[in-house]
Structure formats: C-alpha cells, structure tokens
C-alpha cells in the first residue's frame, strides 16, 4: 500500500477524531495534553498529530499558545459553518446556480451558520477538504449524475451531513440514505406550457437540452397538446453558432419560447431575439427571473412572461433549511421534492 495514502488517511482520521474529542470533551474549553502523549492515545506519529493539531489551529479550534500549550475554543466561540460544493466541484460561486445560492447562504446566515467554499477535483477529495476546512455539514448543488454512487459512499464513510440541491435533473439521485431536494419538474413543465398556451401560443421552442425536456415531461406535455416538440425546436445556445435562435425561429414560426438557462443564456437569448423584427420576436417564458426587468428594459420591444408559481418555497432556502434545522437542532435528513401550487395568472413584462 501507498505510503503517502496511509499518511493522508492517519491524518484525516487524527483531524476528525479531534473535532469528536472537542465536541464531547471540551464543550467549555480545556488545555490539550502534551504533543506527544496525544499522539501515542491517538496512535500515530507525532509529526503525523502535529499536522493535524495544525489544521485545527488554523481553523480556529484550537488556540496555540507558545511555552503554554493549546487551548480548545469553547463551543460557544466556535464559528459553525456549512460547506458549499457546486456542481463538480471546481467551480466558482459564479458559475453555479447564482439565485439558489444566494437563498440558501441567507438562510444559513439568518441561523447563525457560516459558509464556505469547498473544492477539489474527486469526491474523496471533496469530502477531505471538507473536514479539513471543519465545516460541520455540506450542501452539494448540482452534482454530477455520474457521481451519484461515490457521492452516497463517500457521506457514509464520512459521516458528513450532507444534502444535495438538483435544480436540473428529475430524480437522478434517489439512492438511500442521501438527502435530496429537487423540484416537481413534471409539474413546472405543464404550468410553463399552460402559461404560453393561455396567451394563445401554439407553436414553442425550448432553450435548453432536449433529452432534458424529455426527462422533465416537456416533450410529452407538448405532444398531447397536438403540437409537440421536436428537437429542431430545441436550442442550447452554442456559442460558436450564433444566430441560431433566430433562425430558429424564422423556419419554425415559434411564438413562445420557453428558457431553462440561467442568466448568461438568458442575455444571449435576448440579444439574439433583438435582432428580429419585434412584431417577429417570440415571447418569452424564464424559469429563472432574477435578470427579467433588467432584460426587458435592455432589450426595448422583447416581451416576456413571469408565471407566479407561489411554490412551498425556493429551492435553494428549502435545502438550506433542512440542513441547518439537521445540523442545529437533530431533524432528520428527509428528501424533499417541491411542488408547485395553482400558479396566477403569467404576467406579461414588456419595456
């Protein structure tokens, strides 16, 4: 076996039983015993338990106080924080999901909990930067379907508080023992269609994966309706093909189209649109409305719809909340799909 993966593994395992031994030891505080005594009761080396002792420092744990000793921070001083992962892992909080993030890190502030980033380039990496950062539970947005069953091993293995937030994808991550929220998108689907078809729409296109609005009941949805929606309809809004919406729209005669994309492809989409004629331009439907005024008074003569879903709350507040009412108070982890209520009426916006 790997030398250096036996070290790694000693000196993670040293970082989460310290974290143990302060939570049920020195819940008001205390001096550590010497360096070396600490080692031999925790079984390895000392420069093994030196490492860790470091990390535990750094994180605020611990107080080192030269000639003295370390000190462990009582509980009530202690910064309590959640680990946020955004999708794979290696992205910037400005590439994920900006509006959900943006609830569940107001939630946890709003309970007294902090945030932090967490990335690596593998789950197990993840989950070590994790306890090495001492957050006390993780909220995963977004992540990889193909993961899915490292994902349930490595929280096992850990003993990580984890919940993880899909926007996107229906179901993909119904393994036991993992806390998913997701949305009822079989729903959202039929409220997005009925919303168009209430303005007089018949003929729709849809900005976003086609295997996706056929996962989500999309597709399906619109095939009942008589009018379907094949995948000369369906745009992902490619960057190096710019153009394509709105020739997409010329060949097809759409009216309505529907947006699942999140504010970088919702400019896009308007900017394309503003180069058709504006009695030619299709209206549109956002999922994602936090840029919807702003667009609409960018782009004079574009109209788009705002359906009012008064849903049981947003996504990312719901997640946030089940792992903080967790992590605070001893709830279980439940999964939690949203669904939607009676919508009002859509709302045109137009500037």
Not at 263 to 279: K, M, Y
Request: hydrophobic share 40%.
């Amino acid at each position: 076996m790997d030398t250096k993966t036996v070290s790694n593994k000693a000196y993670m395992g040293v970082i989460k039983e310290l974290r143990r031994l302060f939570a049920e030891s020195y819940h008001d505080g205390g001096w550590l015993p010497p360096g070396r005594e600490m080692a031999e009761k925790l079984g390895v080396s000392h420069k093994t338990y030196c490492k860790a002792l470091a990390c535990v420092v750094h994180e605020s744990f611990v107080q080192s106080h030269p000639r003295k000793g370390h000190y462990v921070v009582p509980e009530r001083f202690r910064c309590h924080k959640v680990g946020l992962i955004l999708k794979a892992g290696t992205e910037s909080p400005f590439l994920g999901g900006a509006e959900e993030l943006r609830d569940a890190i107001a939630v946890l502030r709003g309970r007294g909990l902090f945030t932090q980033i967490v990335q690596g380039s593998s789950v197990a990496q993840l989950f070590d930067n994790a306890v090495i950062l001492g957050v006390d539970g993780l909220l995963w947005f977004d992540p990889p379907p193909r993961e899915a069953e490292r994902i349930a091993a490595a929280a096992t293995d850990s003993d990580m508080p984890l919940v993880l937030l899909q926007s996107y994808l229906p179901d993909s991550f119904d393994l036991p023992g993992v806390c998913c929220v997701n949305q009822d998108l079989e729903q959202r689907a039929k409220l997005q269609a009925e919303a168009l078809f209430s303005r007089g729409h018949r003929t729709l296109a849809y900005v976003g994966d086609y295997q996706y609005a056929q996962r989500c009941g999309l597709v399906a949805i619109l095939e009942a309706a008589g009018n379907g929606l094949p995948p000369e309809r369906c745009v992902e809004m490619n960057w190096d093909e710019p153009g394509q919406v709105a020739t997409m729209v010329k060949v097809q005669g759409v009216t309505g189209i529907i947006v699942e994309g999140m504010e970088h492809t919702q400019l896009r989409l308007f900017e394309e649109l503003a180069t058709l004629p504006v009695p030619e331009r299709p209206e549109v439907l956002l999922t994602y409305q936090g840029l919807l005024d702003q667009l609409c008074a960018q782009f004079p003569g574009t109209s788009a719809v705002r359906l009012e879903t008064r849903d049981g709350g947003k996504l990312g507040a719901q997640a946030a909340k089940i792992l903080a009412d967790h992590l605070l108070e001893g709830a279980p982890l439940l999964s939690l799909k949203l669904k939607y209520n009676t919508p009002t009426a859509p709302t045109e916006v137009r500037k």
